[in-house]
Structure formats: structure tokens, C-alpha cells
């Protein structure tokens, strides 16, 4: 085998890799996280049109550290009836839609590590809470707090 034959075989085949990895990555957060939610959370309609959106939004399921993190990656969309999530087109296969309620939020609690502020989500059923930081973090725990009126759920 000639050195063109090895430079065909690496241009053809380090792609092929590349997209298998992603798709093996993507399959990995969606089981360690995401997929806990589906069976009570699946979406398969879609997002209002009157839904308030924060694109590129960082959230982590579970416990940090040891949570599934989607850095700057997802999508939280909030109405009067709950609030919607969806990663961005990269990361969204094996990743559908979810809604949750605000009837299955337990609390909504501000963090503060450092410099970063996070708001903590625990639900009513047992699915891993939920951080989010940011904007889309502050925008959850506002209209949380303005449909309880100020007091836990």
C-alpha cells in the first residue's frame, strides 16, 4: 500500500469516525440524562407561538458535579402552562421535546457558586432536578414565583 492509498483511507475514513462518535456521544447524554424525562415529559406538539424563548441556554441534569451538563446548548421556551426544552439542531437527535408543567415543579431554588448564579428545579416526580444558569434560569424561577404568588409549589 502506497502513501496515496493511506491518505485516501484516513480522508475518507476520519469522518466516517467523526460521525460516529458524535452519534455515540449524543446516544450517552441523551441516555444519562434526557431520557429520564421522557415517559412523563414527552412533548410531540409544538412550541406555542406566545412561548418566551432563551436560546443557548446552560443547563445540568442531576447533581453538579456528576450531572449531564449541555453547556450553552439548549433551548428553554416558558408560558403560563410550563416550560419547553429541546438541545440545539447539533445535539438533538435521540433528544425530543419536553414540556413540564409548572404543576410538576416542587421548587425553584436561586443557587450561587462563586461568581456563577444557578436556579435549582426538583420535581414532583422522581426525575433528577434540573439547574439552569443565566437568564433562562432567573426568566424560570420569575414566572415560578409569580404563579405561586411568592411561596413554594
Known amino acids: 500500500m502506497n502513501n496515496t492509498h493511506l491518505i485516501w483511507i484516513f480522508a475518507l475514513g476520519f469522518p466516517l469516525f467523526f460521525v460516529a462518535m458524535w452519534l455515540f456521544i449524543a446516544r450517552i447524554l441523551s441516555w444519562a440524562g434526557w431520557s429520564k424525562f421522557l415517559p412523563a415529559f414527552a412533548w410531540d406538539r409544538p412550541v406555542p407561538d406566545h412561548a418566551r424563548r432563551h436560546s443557548l441556554a446552560t443547563m445540568v441534569i442531576g447533581r453538579f458535579p456528576g450531572g449531564v451538563s449541555y453547556r450553552n446548548a439548549v433551548s428553554v421556551w416558558i408560558d403560563e ?3 419547553y426544552l429541546r438541545p440545539m439542531i447539533l445535539f438533538r437527535l435521540f433528544h425530543p421535546l419536553l414540556h413540564i408543567g409548572w404543576d410538576q415543579v416542587a421548587s ?3 443557587r450561587k457558586t462563586l461568581w ?5 428545579l426538583s420535581f414532583r416526580r422522581d426525575v433528577p432536578m434540573l ?3 443565566g437568564s433562562a434560569g432567573q426568566s424560570l424561577f420569575d414566572a415560578w414565583q409569580a404563579r405561586n404568588g411568592g411561596r413554594p409549589g
Open 131 to 133: 439547574t439552569f444558569g
Open 116 to 120: 456563577i448564579k444557578a436556579h435549582q
Open 108 to 110: 425553584i431554588e436561586p
Open 81 to 83: 402552562r410550563g416550560f
